[in-house]
Structures are given as structure tokens and as C-alpha cells.
């Protein structure tokens, strides 16, 4: 995060905190979120997104201090199970600024969103439609929803988290008329309010070029809606995805650029179509938080392997970053506790658990001396690390320490044993 600096002593510090205070403090492996740049990001979306509406997708990491944060800097927030919208509403984010996804919505999740009175809800298959139609009008409410359309786009990214493509689980199908079918069943049917369409290629993509083409094609449908109700919708989704830099060899656009090339691409084809250009807004979760955060570790063991590389143990590992493992996702680390001025070692660092593909940073030059009590920071862990993180081998989960102005706050608590023990009711 922007809040990093080296000290005289050589150890890193974040807003004017040593990690090594942080650690003292709250112990390790721990999530430090650098406040003063999330903050930072989300204004970077809002004035490169002006006059859009920008979702912080949650699922990146939710907790009530980061609601509250996105809220306060004029964001959205995207929920997709009753989970996080039960965090949202308790931190307090305004229901109207709450968009609710899911492939697969309960009729208690419906139902309260419905009662909390969430600012639209994004149809994801004609069972749900259903579903809302008859809660809908069981309370008389016209809930403003949209239609999730998948568009046919291979974004390239990992298979897991590609969305766009036919062959998955999410949306409604461009092109076998599906997308079109369920917006007018909405529109026939006029319980719910359909207010727009929505898209969302999939995550951690650097090329735009998977955005334009999205945007085209469900300007289409858009379009064709038109013509059979004689009106157009007002709104346009064009999802999150944004990615961001891991590794040195990263290189993503800024929200300024994406901001601007999205408004374009849009212009551009409402102008070919002779259509009025729809209110859009965009649902970044991994650019805004991923950057401000950093994981703690302490290393435990440092031992060498045959000449081939030197494996690091830290006291956390996949179950606080499960990235790697699942995604054969590229991190990198550096020593943070103090300078070294030894020669650079090939290092794989890995945690405590149970299994050999226990691992988060794949490869990494650390200084040769790295030993154990030294502390090692793993960058970009803001996004999905927090929010995947399990109990293998019965770890507890890391607290995230927030550090703003030269003091660190607990806003999620480290889990105890007897908070494991505690579900445990044998
Ligand atoms: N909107 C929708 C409808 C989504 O499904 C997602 C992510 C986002 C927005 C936010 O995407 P982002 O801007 O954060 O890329 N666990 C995976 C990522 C799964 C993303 C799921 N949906 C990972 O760790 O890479």
C-alpha cells in the first residue's frame, strides 16, 4: 500500500507504524490494511467513474470498518448472500446502496432483502424470477431488480473465476435468447421493476477489450428491449474485474483509464444505435481493497532443498491466503523487519499446514540470511484472502489490524481455539 515506507532501522512501517510494533501487538500472521489508501482507491473509482454508480463488491473482504469506509466515500456495496447483507446492514450502509446478487437466492434471502428494502436485486435464472415475483407481490412492494446476462465473452483470466463465457453457472444466456425471455417476463408481468441489465466478465482481467465487447452486446439486447416495450432502461451494469498488480510484471490500468474507456465504448454505441446512454456503474472489488492490505508473517523455519531452493515456513499459509493454492495465483514477499544486505536466496514460502500444496508465494528471492523471527510481508492480500480463509488443521483466522495516522485497531478479531471449540458441541 502507498503507506509503506522503509524506516532508518530498516524494518517497513505503515503510516508511520513499524510491523514489527504491529506484530508485538497484535501477534502474527495478521491482514494490515492501510486505511489512508483504501480510502484513496475509492476515491480514484468515484472521480474515474463520475457520474457512474461504483459497487464495492464485498466479497473481497467484508467487515463493518470497511462498510463503513466504502460508504463514507460516496460508494455502493454489492452483497451476494444473506451473510454479507446482514453485514452491511449492521455496519449501517444505507439499503438503497445495496445491490444483491447470487446464483442461487434463498426465499429467506429474498424475503429480506425485500423487507430491508435493498436498492436493486440482479436476477440470476428464471426460478428466481418466480421466486420474487410472488414475495414481491405478497407485500406489494415493486422491487427494482436487473437481469444478469451472460454474454458469451472468454475474459482471460483462471477458469474458476471467468464468468462471461456460456459454459458456467451465472446469468442468463445472450445467446440462445434466454436474457431476452426473462427481461420480458419481468416487463410482462410488471410486479418488479426492471430497471436495467448487468454483466460481468469475470475477475483479475487486464484487458479491456473483454469490457467493449460485453458492452456491446448487451447494449443489444438493451436495444431490442426498446423496441418491444417502447421505452428504454434506465441503468447498465457492466460488473467488476478489474485487476491488479501482484508481481512486477502487472501492469493495470488505472480507474481513470477504465473509467474513461468504459464511458466511451458505451457513448459510442448508444450514439450507433440511436440510444440514450443509460446510467452505468461498475462493482470493483479487488482494485479497491486488494492493494491496501499486506499479511504479516513470522518466519518459522528456513531449509534448504538439495541445492534446488530454500523453503520458508511462515505461521499462517493456505488458510489465510488460499489463492495460490486454488489459483495457481502469483504473490511476492519481502523482508519487512529489518534491511539485509545479503545476497538474494530462491525461496518458496510456505505455511504450517498439513499438505504440500500448502503454499503462498511460489517463488521469491528474500536475502540470503531470512531466519527464523524475521518478518515477511506478502503484498495484495486485500482481496479474497480474508474472505476464503478456513481452519485447516484447526488455525484459528487472522485478525485485520487497521493502521491510519501513526495507530493500528483491531477491526476484525483474531479467532481463538476456543472460538473453533466453541461450534464444536459433541
Ligand atoms: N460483480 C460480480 C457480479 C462478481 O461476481 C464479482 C466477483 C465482482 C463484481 C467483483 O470482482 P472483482 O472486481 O473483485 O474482480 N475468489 C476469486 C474471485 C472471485 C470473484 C467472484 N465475483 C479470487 O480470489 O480471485
Redesign the pocket.
Same mark, same amino acid.
Given at each position: 500500500p502507498s503507506g509503506v515506507a522503509r524506516g532508518r532501522d530498516g524494518g517497513l512501517s505503515v503510516a508511520g507504524v513499524p510491523v514489527a510494533q504491529l506484530a508485538a501487538e497484535h501477534g502474527t500472521p495478521a491482514y494490515v490494511l492501510d486505511e489512508a489508501d483504501l480510502r484513496a482507491r475509492c476515491r480514484a473509482f468515484v472521480a474515474g467513474f463520475r457520474g457512474m454508480d461504483v459497487?464495492y463488491?464485498g466479497?473481497?473482504l467484508l467487515c463493518k470498518a470497511v462498510v463503513r469506509v466504502v460508504a463514507e466515500e460516496g460508494l455502493r456495496l454489492?452483497v451476494?448472500t444473506g451473510g454479507e447483507l446482514a453485514v452491511a446492514l449492521a455496519a449501517g450502509m444505507p439499503p438503497e446502496r445495496i445491490g444483491f446478487?447470487g446464483n442461487n437466492k434463498s426465499v429467506a434471502e429474498l424475503s429480506r432483502a425485500l423487507d430491508a428494502g435493498v436498492g436493486r436485486i440482479?436476477l440470476d435464472s428464471f426460478t428466481e424470477i418466480d421466486r420474487l415475483t410472488v414475495l414481491a407481490r405478497e407485500r406489494g412492494v415493486r422491487q427494482p431488480v436487473m437481469i444478469?446476462v451472460t454474454v458469451g465473452v472468454e475474459a482471460h483470466t $483462471?477458469e474458476?473465476?471467468a464468468?462471461g463465457h456460456e459454459d458456467q453457472k451465472?446469468g442468463f444466456s445472450l445467446a440462445d435468447g434466454s436474457a431476452q425471455a426473462a427481461a420480458e417476463r419481468v416487463l410482462d408481468d410488471g410486479v418488479l421493476q426492471l430497471i436495467g441489465l $448487468?454483466s460481468?466478465i469475470?475477475?483479475?482481467?487486464f484487458d479491456t477489450a473483454g469490457f467493449e465487447v460485453s458492452a456491446r452486446r448487451v447494449l443489444g439486447l438493451h436495444a431490442e428491449l426498446a423496441k418491444h416495450t417502447g421505452a428504454e432502461l434506465a441503468e447498465l451494469d457492466l460488473?467488476?474485474?478489474?485487476?491488479i498488480a501482484y508481481t512486477s510484471q502487472d501492469d493495470p490500468a488505472s480507474p481513470v483509464e477504465l473509467g474513461a474507456g468504459i464511458t466511451g465504448i458505451v457513448e459510442q454505441e448508444c450514439a450507433a444505435r440511436g440510444l440514450a446512454v443509460p446510467r452505468l456503474s461498475v462493482?470493483?472489488?479487488? *482494485?479497491?481493497i486488494?492493494p491496501a492490505v499486506f499479511t504479516l508473517y513470522e518466519v518459522g523455519t528456513v531449509k534448504p532443498v538439495d541445492g534446488l531452493r530454500t523453503y520458508v515456513s511462515v505461521d499462517g499459509g493456505m488458510s489465510d491466503n @488460499?489463492?495460490t493454492a @486454488? %489459483?495457481g *495465483?502469483a504473490y511476492s514477499a519481502t523482508l519487512a523487519s529489518r534491511a539485509s544486505s545479503a545476497g538474494p536466496m530462491l525461496t518458496r514460502i510456505v505455511g504450517k499446514h498439513c499438505e504440500a500444496g500448502d503454499v503462498v508465494v511460489q517463488d521469491e528471492f528474500l536475502p540470503a540470511d531470512t531466519r527464523p523471527g524475521d518478518l515477511v510481508a506478502v503484498p495484495g492480500t486485500g482481496? %479474497?484472502?480474508r474472505? @476464503?480463509a478456513h481452519n485447516y488443521n484447526h488455525v484459528p483466522r487472522p485478525p485485520v489490524v487497521a493502521v491510519a495516522d501513526g495507530r493500528s485497531r483491531v477491526i476484525v478479531r483474531r479467532e481463538s481455539e476456543d472460538d473453533l471449540m466453541a461450534l464444536d458441541v459433541g
Open positions: 459497487y463488491a466479497k473481497a454489492d451476494c446478487h440482479i444478469r $483462471h474458476y473465476i464468468t451465472f $448487468h460481468h469475470g475477475s483479475q482481467i460488473g467488476g474485474g478489474f485487476g462493482e470493483p472489488g479487488r *482494485a479497491i486488494g @488460499l489463492r @486454488l %489459483y *495465483a482481496a %479474497y484472502c474472505s @476464503l
